[in-house]
């Protein structure tokens, strides 16, 4: 097998997509404290306890082989009044604590501030719809009056909500889980759906990752 680290999470390749090894190795992801949430490829099809990788979005179109398995790691809050400001995650990197990461589907991580200013955008509004990376670079684009080539799905959105006379959609919150795994662990990723673009709030299992506590997760 082949790890690749990546910060909070891991990427694992499994050599000729045994289904049986996969199986081993998700026997013993799934007894680690450290663990908080398994995807697996698609091809190998379900597995209790882990949510298929086009849940996440990590099935595309590139000729790259892709990880049979994506490890997500524990996150946890270390005591502050807001824990998306003071959570600690596992990683596999070599920082230090302190030095910063990200990786993982701990809120902390999925939760950024983002901000923009000029005439093409609202003055003092806050924006209460999730926005991502891709989204940015619609949002620009549309602002020069570009239109770019789609390549795959995962193209982003136009943030016309924060735009003088702009539209605004509506957003609503769902929730995945997996089947539980012989220990009762089960794989739950929350998200909200704006348009056609999916955003991921949280990802784990309950109680091990930051944002997805016993409450949060039903």
Not at 138 to 151: E, G, W
Not at 163 to 177: L, R, V, Y
Not at 201 to 216: C, I, Y
Request: net charge negative; glycine share 12%.
């Amino acid at each position: 097998m082949v790890v690749a680290a990546n910060g909070g999470s891991d990427l694992v390749y499994v050599p000729g997509k045994d289904r049986a090894l996969v199986q081993r190795v998700l026997d013993i992801l799934l007894a680690q404290d450290y663990v908080s949430g398994l995807f697996v490829d698609d091809d190998l099809g379900a597995f209790p306890g882990t949510l298929p990788m086009s849940a996440i979005n990590l099935i595309g179109s590139t000729q790259m082989p892709r990880p049979s398995i994506v490890v997500n790691f524990r996150s946890w809050s270390s005591g502050c009044e807001r824990p998306t400001t003071c959570s600690v995650e596992v990683a596999d990197a070599v920082l230090r604590q302190g030095q910063g990461m990200h990786g993982s589907l701990g809120r902390a991580d999925t939760m950024n501030f983002m901000a923009a200013i000029g005439p093409d955008f609202k003055a003092g509004y806050a924006d209460a719809l999730p926005v991502s990376n891709a989204d940015v670079g619609m949002t620009i684009a549309h602002l020069l009056d570009l239109q770019p080539s789609a390549v795959g799905k995962l193209t982003g959105r136009v943030m016309s909500e924060a735009m003088p006379n702009g539209t605004e959609a509506t957003s609503s919150e769902e929730k995945m889980s997996s089947e539980p795994a012989a220990n009762g662990l089960q794989t739950v990723v929350k998200f909200q759906q704006v348009l056609t673009q999916r955003y991921f709030d949280v990802g784990g299992f309950v109680g091990r990752t930051v944002g997805l506590d016993a409450e949060a997760g039903k």
